[in-house]
């Protein structure tokens, strides 16, 4: 095997995934993120990002090909390395916010640094910290059946910055968003990211989106295309058409 470059934080090649249906998910696609970089994924939906995040995060194994973290084969790991190396190198946004229903706002924003053994006091500053940033910081000792959907992924957002990622993974982190609370999180994740060196791996059918990030790489059924014409986004999320050129 050969490592991949020193200033790419990620890398993989020729990577393949079949879903249990049988459906095509990725088609050897190969790319390279370099540190601090934030990446938009672009495609319209069922094109492979989500599968592709996935990989790069060592939530799902390739069935073919590697993906490197730094020097870390990342595709020779057994379960429970990758399970430590999400926990302690990784942040990830899913597009629908999930919160434990237990915990109140800023416990739930404290979770991950808890889990790594941050003291709660630590942990507590940090989560709070990143709640003011997305303004949710009033809503810090409430429980999630008491927000609005839009302050629930704003506290998912939250929890996935205040670890401090070496990198973190966002699956259309918007999606249950309006437009001007799009753009209000958009700058202050890309904001965050720049600032504390985070590489931003960002899966999106959103043009607005794409558009904030270094660079893009666009997906089609799975394989790596020239280009995307993505909309722009609706004033709430739903199911758009694609224009798409390999």
Do not use: Y
Request: with cysteine; proline share 7%; aromatic share 4%.
């Amino acid at each position: 095997m050969e490592a991949p470059p020193d200033n790419d934080v990620l890398w993989a090649r020729s990577l393949h995934f079949t879903h249990r249906d049988g459906s095509p998910g990725l088609a050897g696609v190969s790319l390279a993120v370099r540190q601090g970089e934030i990446l938009a994924v672009s495609g319209p939906r069922g094109s492979g990002k989500t599968t592709l995040l996935r990989c790069l995060s060592g939530l799902v194994r390739a069935q073919q090909g590697e993906v490197w973290f730094n020097s870390t084969p990342m595709h020779t790991l057994g379960t429970m390395a990758r399970e430590r190396l999400r926990r302690d190198r990784f942040g990830w946004i899913d597009p629908s916010p999930a919160l434990v229903p237990e915990l109140n706002v800023w416990e739930n924003a404290a979770l991950p640094l808890m889990l790594r053994g941050t003291s709660r006091r630590r942990a507590k500053v940090a989560a709070l910290e990143w709640l003011e940033r997305l303004d949710v910081g009033d809503r810090a000792r409430r429980r999630p059946h008491e927000l609005q959907q839009a302050e629930r992924q704003r506290v998912c957002i939250a929890r996935a910055l205040a670890p401090g990622p070496t990198v973190l993974f966002a699956d259309e982190p918007t999606a249950p968003l309006h437009r001007a609370d799009r753009a209000h999180v958009l700058r202050t994740l890309t904001t965050a990211a720049r600032s504390h060196g985070i590489t931003v791996v960002l899966a999106t059918h959103d043009s607005d989106t794409a558009a904030l990030a270094d660079r893009a790489l666009a997906l089609l059924d799975g394989r790596r295309v020239k280009t995307v014409h993505l909309p722009d986004a609706p004033e709430t999320e739903g199911r758009a058409a694609c224009s798409l050129s390999a």
